[in-house]
């Protein structure tokens, strides 16, 4: 089966390219990274300006959605140009407000959700999860822990992460926004909305190594020809493009799954969350090692995003959760 995109999609995908190529991503990622997110702001403020955000957002509010499948095509695009802050994380907030059944919260704060005046944490707690992302830079921070969700906010110091633009910070206490059955449904959906965009967003992060390798491979030269002649190199960018491509088909199939209110889109966004973010990941360590000691290095834009595909491969779901959902009867 192919997921051919459409004139208008492709389109949208293309403006969204051409402005993040003119924004300047890395200088925003790394000021992201050492606490400064005005640049990072800056993006966001024109992402929102695109409608990305108001894809996640019901009309009613403010929004152009929910349409999960432009959502993904936007975070091919943002993982391609590592875009910094908790966009996942917002969109599901969205979700989760949008399931929640609660009319009063969703109008009070899905349209802020929808025009980006707003940036949301989002996070269902769990022993291997007790963190929020950017919490401490977020104008709202939902935490979902069992059936109770609460407004928190961050406690205690940034922790460390395998992407540094990734700020991690455990949830403090807050008021009870809403208990229940409800909160875990809405929750359950929201994970998997955030699954499927982490997948997105590796897709497109494993693009853009990919591209940036052959470039390099091309460029370079040894023996007297360039580096990118050898077979083994060849074998090497030729095995990362098919696990990026059998990738790309799941992503939107999770899309369309979600788009239709399948009751399987949860096990269709984890195969895509673990195939993408697998793809991503050796797409990484293919780019470091063709790229030898330069590849190493924190001062060159690649590793960007080789650290972004790392954290993305266990973010919303580690390879081994996901693949127990799609094997789980």
């Known amino acids: 089966m192919r ?32 606490g400064d997110t005005g640049p990072g702001r800056a ?35 943002l993982g391609r140009h ?3 802050g908790p966009l996942v994380e917002t969109v599901a907030a969205a979700a989760f407000l949008d399931r929640l059944g609660d009319p009063a919260a969703a109008a009070a704060r899905l349209p802020g959700l929808a025009s980006g005046a707003a940036v949301a944490s989002f996070c269902v707690l769990s022993p291997t999860a007790p963190y929020a992302l950017d919490a401490d830079t977020s104008d709202r921070v939902l935490v979902v822990d069992g059936d109770t969700v609460r407004l928190a906010e961050a406690t205690g110091p940034v922790q460390p992460s395998a992407d540094p633009a990734r700020r991690l ?25 955030a699954a499927l965009l982490t997948a997105a967003q590796a897709l497109g992060v494993g693009r853009t190594l990919l591209d940036r390798t052959v470039a390099y491979v091309r460029a370079r030269t040894q023996f007297g020809v360039p580096v ?7 074998h090497r960018l030729a095995d990362t493009l098919v696990a990026l491509e059998f990738a790309r088909p799941l992503v939107f199939a999770a899309a369309l799954a979600l788009a239709a209110g399948d009751p399987g889109s949860g096990r269709e966004a984890a195969m895509a969350k673990v195939a993408a973010g697998e793809a991503a990941y050796a797409a990484s360590r293919t780019a470091l090692h063709l790229h030898g000691a330069l590849g190493y290095t924190a001062e060159l834009d690649l590793s960007l995003w080789i650290r972004k595909a790392r954290a993305l491969r266990t973010a ?6 996901c693949r127990a959902r799609v094997l789980d009867p």
Not at 169 to 189: D, I, S, Y
Not at 316 to 321: F, K
């Open 228 to 234: 990118g002649s050898f077979q083994a190199v060849q």
């Open 3 to 34: 997921f051919l995109l459409d004139d208008e999609q492709r389109q949208f995908a293309r403006s969204l390219d051409a402005m993040l190529s003119a924004a300047g991503t890395p200088a925003a990622v790394r000021a992201w990274a050492a």
């Open 82 to 84: 590592a875009v910094p």
């Open 43 to 77: 993006v966001w403020k024109r992402l929102a300006g695109a409608g990305v955000f108001a894809l996640a957002v019901p009309e009613e509010h403010g929004g152009l959605g929910p349409l999960p499948v432009e959502l993904a095509v936007a975070f091919v695009e």
């Open 169 to 193: 910070a455990r949830p403090g206490g807050g008021p009870v926004l809403a208990r229940g059955p409800r909160v875990t449904a809405a929750a359950a959906h929201a994970a998997d909305v």
């Open 316 to 321: 919303w779901g580690t390879p081994a959760a």
